[in-house]
Structure formats: C-alpha cells, structure tokens
C-alpha cells in the first residue's frame, strides 16, 4: 500500500521502499565489476588472503592496486586483508620512504584446524615452487 510519501509498505514483513530505489539497486560496495572470460574458473581453492599474501611475497615492492589487479579485487578489500593478516600476526609492515614493505612471519601456522600443522611458508613455498 503506497502512503503520501510514495513509499511502498512490504505485503509480507520486509523493509518498505520506495518505488525508484527498486528499480534501481545499486551494486554492491566494493565489488570488483569485471567481465570474467568464460574459461575463467568461478572460484579457487586458495582465499583471497593468501593470493595477497602470496603477491607480496614474490614481489615485496607491489603497490596495493597492483597487488588488487593481480587477485582481481578491490584495492580497499587488498587493505582490508592486510590488516587483518597484520593483526593476526603474519604479516609486519614497514614504512620505507612513500612506500611499505612487508615482512612475512613464515613459520606461522595456517589458521584452520583442518591444516593448522603446515606453516604459511609452507603455502608460499607449494605456489611460488611452480612458477619457477
């Protein structure tokens, strides 16, 4: 049932909502709007945390939107996930000039239980192995 305002009252429970703002949903924040190519696999097996771990890794001197383009997310969600592995403690980041560097605390263990007896250098070793 539509009020003065224009506003639409949900029939069954839900928040009411204005006829425009149906029409038009926005996406998401922070999702990453890119043509993904049909061979292109939907999901992996590796987290987004550990493809910016493994990122840093390799090249210490990637800046955050490098490091975004290469996972294929977002530039604050690549700042959301180091901080997150910076306070949980696996990764330390240093100011070096206008840049930081990152080191990484490899004998950390993996946080699942499942896998929490192989050590985040033993993840970084098992990627960076094969691109050799």
């Known amino acids: 049932m539509a009020g003065r305002s224009g506003v639409t009252e949900p029939e069954s ?3 009411a909502m204005a006829p425009a703002a149906r029409a038009r949903k926005r996406p998401q ?3 990453r709007r890119e043509v993904q190519a049909e061979d292109e696999p939907k999901w992996t097996f590796l ?3 550990s493809h910016v771990l493994i990122c840093l890794h390799q090249d210490p001197e990637l800046t955050l939107r490098e490091v975004a383009n290469r996972v294929g997310i977002t530039e604050r969600s690549v700042q959301r996930i180091l901080s997150e592995l910076e306070e949980a403690g696996y990764v330390r980041r240093e100011r070096r000039g206008l840049r930081n560097e990152y080191r990484f605390r490899t004998s ?3 946080r699942h239980p499942i896998e929490a007896h192989c050590k985040i250098g033993d993840l970084i070793d098992m990627v960076e192995s094969r691109a050799r």
């Open 13 to 15: 429970g839900g928040e």
């Open 29 to 31: 924040r922070g999702v």
């Open 47 to 49: 987290s987004n945390h």
């Open 108 to 110: 950390a263990p993996l």
